[in-house]
């Protein structure tokens, strides 16, 4: 079946810095991925979705590659704040709906 | 409302009783999800409505876990003879439809002593 692997060692980026976290998926290349945030205490906040036929999703400072060959998807934030230290989710959609998630990578920000 | 509304927000019980966990999704949301997350997991997934209907249930822990939706709207997930690793956050998603971004409630912590 389907596994995602994100890195489980927190991130530690510095401000202003791009913070760039990895998502790897082992079989079959999913219809599309996404991309959520998750504060402490809190329900996962959608962020960015990317379909298999694009290589690439920007929002405002953040950027999504899909990479169907590596079986990757990469999430870049740029000019990164302390703000936006959080626990950063993939999810991938199996064939019955199913999103299919990863543990999530924490990124933490240093002023 | 304006999001996805879960209560309570948290629940201790003792090992054994029944729970009854609420979601009030966005309204025009036709997809709900059920999920329970453990302390640094991801989020597994337990069942989905489209509408009132669960066209699978297999990611249901075992027999002691039951959901039904009702009116389109909102939707309950029943503990029975809670067990002490039944003890997660459950989170519950609505979205427009099921190929559409989920909106998280945030989640009723359960505990079982």
């Known amino acids: 079946s389907q596994k995602i692997e994100q890195n489980s060692e927190a991130l530690n980026i510095q401000e202003g810095k791009t913070a760039t976290l990895t998502c790897n998926y082992t079989?079959?290349?999913?219809?599309?991925l996404q991309w959520y945030r998750q504060d402490p205490g809190r329900g996962p906040v959608f962020l960015l979705l990317?379909?298999?036929n694009e290589k690439e999703k920007r929002k405002e400072r953040l950027k999504v590659t899909f990479d169907t060959t590596l079986k990757q998807s990469l999430f870049h934030i740029t000019a990164s704040q302390p703000a936006d230290s959080a626990t950063y989710l993939c999810a991938l959609v199996e064939s019955n709906y199913q999103l299919i998630w990863g543990a999530g990578t924490k990124l933490i920000i240093k002023p | 409302g304006a999001g996805v509304s879960q209560s309570p927000s948290n629940k201790v019980t003792e090992k054994g009783k029944d729970v009854e966990l609420r979601c009030d999704p966005i309204?025009?949301?036709?997809?709900l999800y059920w999920y329970r997350q453990s302390l640094g997991q991801g989020l597994e997934f337990l069942i989905y409505?489209?509408?009132?209907?669960?066209?699978?249930k297999s990611g249901l822990p075992s027999d002691r876990f039951s959901a039904e939706r009702t009116g389109g709207s909102v939707s309950t997930l029943t503990i029975q003879r809670t067990q002490q690793e039944d003890s997660a956050v459950y989170l519950c998603a609505s979205s427009f439809d099921l190929y559409q971004p989920q909106h998280f409630g945030d989640g009723t912590r359960l505990s079982i002593l």
């Open positions: 309204s025009g949301h036709t997809a």
């Open positions: 990317i379909r298999e």
């Open positions: 409505f489209q509408g009132n209907s669960a066209p699978d």
């Open positions: 079989n079959y290349s999913p219809a599309y």
